[in-house]
């Protein structure tokens, strides 16, 4: 049963930080691209970043460079997101999502909560 668990979301003052993880099982982690999503109230959701199976390259909406990283663990299957310098628009529920192109296999977590609010 394929699974991902998203934690460590919740409320922060803006400035503040948060580390998201997602942890995944079920599936053969080591070949998935793996990504966090984010969706904002009345708005559709987007990519945050993304990190490749072997952890060799990453990519950040321009909205978050320099503030956020994407890192995974490969002995833990767990893909984590630190997020510094939160603004209020970071505000939203983050997804975690594992994708396999070349098997069209792409898998979603239920989300966890962000808000950066004073």
């Known amino acids: 049963q394929v699974q991902l668990v998203e934690s460590g979301g919740g409320l922060v003052q803006p400035g503040g930080s948060l580390r998201l993880s997602c942890a995944a099982s079920?599936?053969?982690?080591?070949?998935?691209?793996m990504s966090w999503y984010r969706q904002a109230p009345g708005k559709e959701r987007e990519l945050v970043a993304s990190?490749?199976?072997?952890?060799?390259?990453?990519n950040y909406a321009d909205s978050v460079k320099g503030r956020f990283t994407i890192s995974r663990d490969s002995l833990k299957n767990t893909v984590y997101l630190q997020m510094n310098t939160l603004k209020p628009e970071d505000t939203g529920v983050y997804y975690c999502?594992?994708?396999?192109?070349?098997?069209?296999?792409?898998?979603w977590g239920q989300g966890t909560q962000v808000t950066v609010s004073s």
């Open positions: 999502n594992a994708v396999r192109q070349n098997i069209l296999a792409s898998y």
């Open positions: 079920g599936f053969t982690y080591g070949y998935y691209t």
């Open positions: 990190v490749t199976p072997n952890g060799d390259f990453t």
